[in-house]
């Protein structure tokens, strides 16, 4: 045969579709049967070993989880420990910044208040105890004037009366009597 014809042949075996789907066929149930092999040898182990294989599981998961929980209650306080070193350090970097805002604060609204002529605590309170102090003279005047001032209005009324004549005297004469009563002894 000639070099072409070799080659041809070789080429129609190698790219004869049914050749090639039978061999992937065959290689494919191999596959799958010992697959099903090893499943019904696993079932079969696990079947004689049972209730053993199974404990051994569940300690090995309970281990496991201690040892998980041990390790992010761990992690937990390490990084709440950091977050309130954190938080410690930002209260006492924030602090002097507050103060000087506070200090700013009220510097301004001192100066404000001294422009709009407002008087200060100690002023109102000066002004305060003045008052009250005018409160309590013109309270004691009051008391100390008030009998002389009903001595004084009956003592004009005896005196209308008399010039109007003696009508008249008739309604002041009680009234006076009235002022008199009401005076205070003096003692």
Known sequence: ?????RKAAGKSTLADPATADASLA???RDSAQQIWLAGLGAFAKAQAEGSQAFDALVKEGASLQRRNQALVAEQLGEMAQRFSSVAGELTRQAAPAWERLESIFETRVAK????LATPSRQELETLLAHVERLDRTVASLVAASTP???MAKASRQRRDARQAGED?????APAARRAAARKPVAG
């Open 112 to 115: 404000a208040l001294t422009r």
């Open 168 to 172: 008249a005297a008739a309604p002041a």
């Open 1 to 5: 045969m000639s070099k072409k014809a």
């Open 26 to 28: 065959v290689t494919v």
């Open 148 to 150: 002389a001032k009903t």
